[in-house]
């Protein structure tokens, strides 16, 4: 029987939470039929042989190279044909009828060609990343300077993150985050697919940009929450996660129209730019506190 949803996960390394998501999907109720697409980027822990023999329900592509997030995804979509697309990440353990939910959803707001959830992190609170506007200038000042932190309420201060937004109201946004990102096949006809040309990081904000460059709505829907266990075993990141996310922000700056060219671009770039810098400097110094007796 043809299905209502592709449910696409790529993985690398991460085989226990990835069998939890999956143990996740198979305890939760959900009304609509669905396939799940499993790409794994050539993990080294085990992960295909562990979903092979607990899930074999999966359609499970175990790539020879990492192929990133990006192209790892395009290629279980290009295997689809459902009316609609869930990308989830692995590290995430969705509740009954999410998927009923954000369909639901979907279908009553025509205009919309994409939607996301509320997404608590495993303490509860709310992952900031789950709603966003795209970046400008001024919003890398506000992170680089502790000022989004400080004043999470200002909609002036606090306006990548919206935080100054009821978490349990829906909202209409700029961008939701890719570990819960559902799209109308109509949509991706239109729009077409991630961009490759990014390997990881800031390829969801592309993905938003695009859609709403090609007048599709993008949702933020608190009606169903899905956790997401995203920076549970460290406070800190490795040099090379950070380095990643800014330059890849830096591509997205490169890339699209937003913002405008000239100076308004150059002060974005610097404001990313700084941000980096501080955020690489905190997190030598947590490194330092955590190593010294």
């Given at each position: ?60 592509t ?109 909202a ?15 949509a ?9 040309d990014?390997?990881?990081?800031m390829?969801d ?61 150059w ?6 730019r ?5 955020t ?13 007796p």
């Amino acid at each position: 029987m043809p299905k209502d949803l592709t449910v696409v996960i790529v993985s690398y390394n991460c085989r226990e939470v990835l069998l939890d998501c999956l143990a996740s999907m198979e305890r939760s109720r959900q009304d609509v039929s669905y396939e799940v697409h499993l790409v794994d980027n050539a993990s080294t822990d085990g992960t295909p042989q562990a979903v092979r023999e607990g899930h074999p329900w999966v359609n499970l592509t175990a790539s020879r190279e990492n192929l990133g997030f990006s192209k790892g995804n395009n290629l279980a979509m290009r295997q689809s044909d459902t009316p609609f697309v869930l990308l989830l990440n692995p590290d995430t353990l969705v509740g009954d009828h999410c998927f009923d939910h954000s369909i639901a959803f979907l279908k009553a707001h025509p205009g919309a060609g994409m939607v996301s959830c509320r997404l608590v992190t495993g303490d509860g609170s709310l992952d900031l990343a789950c709603r966003r506007s795209f970046p400008s200038a001024w919003d890398g000042f506000c992170r680089a300077a502790g000022l989004s932190r400080r004043f999470p309420g200002s909609r002036l201060l606090a306006r990548y993150n919206l935080t100054y937004l009821d978490e349990l109201a829906p909202a209409q946004v700029d961008a939701v985050n890719g570990a819960y990102m559902m799209v109308t096949r109509r949509a991706i006809e239109r729009v077409g697919l991630l961009d490759e040309d990014y390997f990881m990081y800031m390829e969801d904000m592309d993905w938003c940009w695009r859609f709403t460059q090609a007048g599709f709505e993008v949702h933020y829907d608190p009606g169903c929450t899905v956790t997401h266990l995203k920076g549970q075993s460290s406070r800190t990141q490795s040099t090379k996660m950070i380095r990643a996310f800014f330059d890849s922000m830096e591509l997205y700056c490169v890339k699209n129209s937003h913002p405008s060219p000239g100076l308004s671009r150059w002060l974005t770039l610097a404001g990313i730019r700084a941000w980096k810098w501080l955020t690489l400097a905190r997190n030598f110094l947590r490194r330092d506190k955590r190593v010294r007796p």
